[in-house]
T-cell receptor
Framework: GNSVTQMEGPVTLSEEAFLTINCTYT??????LFWYVQYPGEGLQLLLK?????DKGSNKGFEATYRKETTSFHLEKGSVQVSDSAVYFC???????????FGTGTRLQVFP | GAGVSQSPSNKVTEKGKDVELRCDPI?????LYWYRQSLGQGLEFLIY????????KSGLPSDRFSAERTGGSVSTLTIQRTQQEDSAVYLC?????????????FGEGSWLTVV
């Protein structure tokens, strides 16, 4: 079946450090891939997405590239800020249902 | 309102009681989802409604869980005879149509605690 695997957290970084959160997927067909973010006390919101192979999603300095050959969609940011502290969820959807399958989430903690 | 609205935001109930959680999707959105987020767990898909089609109930964990969507808009998730393991945040989400890759908009969730 379809599934998403992402690295366990928490990930703890100092401000301005480079961030990578790994995400790999298993899916039949050609999924769309997403990163959602949940800031403390807030609801889930879309961070970025990519709908086909080799697409790069980007937003707020974050990037992720849809790699079909490695079935990956790793999240990266060149210089994190304290305000990036949140839980990040990798997700996929397939077919025409838009049913999102989520990973378990990775908590990022950024310290000054 | 502009976003997905859920109520109650917090609910504490005694084990064995029934609870109802409500979701108002974004106006005009045809698809509605319920997810569950347990402490330390990811988001677990529960049920999906799309227009007038039969709902996808494949994620409901037991027959104590049910959901309906009246008039293609508001949805109610009902948990009967609640158990402590039902304690979680229940998230509702909606999206405009069924085109794959559409952004899904989440509500802030209903935090359920079963004591």
């Amino acid at each position: 079946g379809n599934s998403v695997t992402q690295m366990e957290g928490p990930v703890t970084l100092s401000e301005e450090a480079f961030l990578t959160i790994n995400c790999t997927y298993t899916a039949t067909g050609y999924p769309s891939l997403f990163w959602y973010v949940q800031y403390p006390g807030e609801g889930l919101q879309l961070l970025l997405k990519a709908t086909k192979a080799d697409d790069k999603g980007s937003n707020k300095g974050f990037e992720a590239t849809y790699r079909k050959e490695t079935t990956s969609f790793h999240l990266e940011k060149g210089s994190v800020q304290v305000s990036d502290s949140a839980v990040y969820f990798c997700a996929l959807s397939t077919g025409n249902t838009d049913k999102l399958i989520f990973g378990t989430g990775t908590r990022l903690q950024v310290f000054p | 309102g502009a976003g997905v609205s859920q109520s109650p935001s917090n609910k504490v109930t005694e084990k064995g009681k029934d609870v109802e959680l409500r979701c108002d999707p974004i106006s005009g959105h045809t698809a509605l989802y319920w997810y569950r987020q347990s402490l330390g767990q990811g988001l677990e898909f529960l049920i999906y409604f799309q227009g007038n089609s039969a709902p996808d109930k494949s994620g409901l964990p037991s027959d104590r869980f049910s959901a309906e969507r009246t008039g293609g808009s508001v949805s109610t998730l009902t948990i009967q005879r609640t158990q402590q393991e039902d304690s979680a945040v229940y998230l509702c989400a909606s999206t405009p149509d069924r085109v794959s890759g559409n952004t899904i908009y989440f509500g802030e969730g209903s935090w359920l605690t079963v004591v």
